[in-house]
């Protein structure tokens, strides 16, 4: 069994087919998908497919509930705090942002806390919604602790990602970044490639810098000393303490705020029982909103415009690889490592669901 | 004349001299002043008095407008958006978050944009007003063009700072982080005393690391090729484009909400006429105000009392440092180099203010 290229919407019927058959409902089936082939389309491969056994495995052990549905415990017209009753992040974390979106369309802004959830897949799923809809919207989650605080030698903060979409064209400018120097994913793919890591990745117990990929994933797995490091590297002369400040910043809007879990109560770094913010607004509330957008893409276009270093070929803003991986993928197919594809097959027998011919 | 230890009342009253000297009301005075002294009782001695001579600059060439108010110029009860008629940026900036502040009790959530400001002081300034009514807000500014994008050689962003504030006890999380490695400030620092600048903080314009302070320095004002990194550093590697895309995220709140300036619209790394976010919002809005800051204080105390690395003495949490130099800096007084001194003398004799008996 090799990589391959599957086509686009074959991965998502099989994804849906999948998780109807854990028992949910076929929109919710659709929705779980939905979120999981944005990452796939986009080239977050850590956050697609690869991820279905991660799922697969949680919902076996009872840790996220099938038949849970979100709460809103609590409300006014530019809020709401919503509990997940632990059922699948994706269908929690999409109703929040509709939530969101909906008081952010009558009152101009909305802002949902949620707790009780579990891992809702790409941040920057919801902000894609809402940018759909012409909002600006923020989407944040903590996690189980993998980050060491600067200094620090405990993992007390999680990757806790921060997503924000700004409407532009012809795509949003679309940010969405772990708070960490790299996410667990990342040390993980260099585990099982045996590769060396780079400097500035990972810090052991003593505090120096790791580039063993396996020992670090032994020790991030087994919630030893050391950890992965913040955005800006360890101590303070290159800026270690703002990733770690913007990562407690994400902790207090998301377990705090939400009154969850805190990233280090939960149990391992894939520790679920997570909670989320999400916002959305209206530009238009600051003018108009056809020009504001207008001027966004014109930045974004000044700084693609920009000089390049030598030796690069241009310059970038968020989301250009992303909607260039997705057009790709839509046209030339999905691809999918044949990890992936054994662990589908594998879920897929488990669960009594056919798999595509091109798949077998 | 050498550095000395200043009294807080006598620099504040100082301040307040001088800036009625050059025309302000006197509570406008007060307002300026009181920026500019937070950040010298915070440590944050590169936006305190130091900065006087900048400011009596601009207000001498006109850039900035002595007699000119803030004004609102579109609302919604949850949104204003603020034109500051060239106003100095602390009058503005405390107006717009007062507006924010005031939405924000009446119903749970105040944004505000804000064009054509200035120099607005330590973007944590205005966070803190709030915090100290209990709100939850967050401060940003654009400046002029200092950063150069991932991959690109030409200063294109600012150094675009993001602060966020969370009430707690016994103090708040008090985070202000630019989304550069450093500040310019800091490269003149190391300029000033000749020393070698650490790795990863500007580029030349062919893409190197420089370590040559002056000449850094020499070449931002210039605006030659080359500038100082994102938060992350140099290239993807260590997440330098999550740097950017977070100063990006700042301009799109910023000058491109606002319908301002964009960063490299500027003139300068001191380019002046920024734009502003500022948001303020209820955490009791999702659920016991009290309880979410009592979760929020334990989080900070759990992070104080984690592990530190062999050869730390401990951890701290945002806002830990400037709040123990306030103490220190009530009690022992303000440090203030004696280059300063000379400035503010220099600016009292301009304007022929009296300066206090012990600092003549």
Known sequence: MQDVRMDAESLRAL????FAAEGFAKEDAAQIADVLMQADLFGIESHGAQRMMYYHQNIKSGSVSVGARPEIVRETPVSALIDGHFAMGQIT??????????????????LCAVRN??????????????????????SMTNTGPIMTPTFGR???????????CMPADPTPFWFDASTTVVTLGKVEVYDKRAKPMPQGWTIGGDGSTQTDAAAANRAILAGEPGGIL????????TGGHKGYGLAVMVEALTGVLAQGLLSPQMLGPHGDHTSHFFMAFDPGMFGDAAAIRAHMSEYLDMLRRS????????????????????EDRLKNGVPVEAKTLRELQSIAADLGVDMPKTMQ
């Open 307 to 326: 000089e390049p270093l030598p030796g690069f070929e241009r310059v970038y803003t968020a989301g250009d690889k992303a909607f260039a991986a997705q």
């Open 117 to 138: 959830s579990s891992h809702f897949g790409i941040a920057g799923y919801y902000t894609l919604m809402a940018a759909r809809q012409g909002l600006a919207a923020f």
């Open 154 to 164: 405990e993992m007390m903060l999680g990757t806790n990602p921060l997503a924000f």
């Open 230 to 237: 913040p955005l800006g590297g360890a101590g303070e002369i």
């Open 93 to 110: 974390s999409a109703f929040a942002m509709n939530t969101a979106m909906e008081k952010a369309k009558r009152t101009g802004v909305g």
């Open 15 to 18: 994804m849906e087919r999948i």
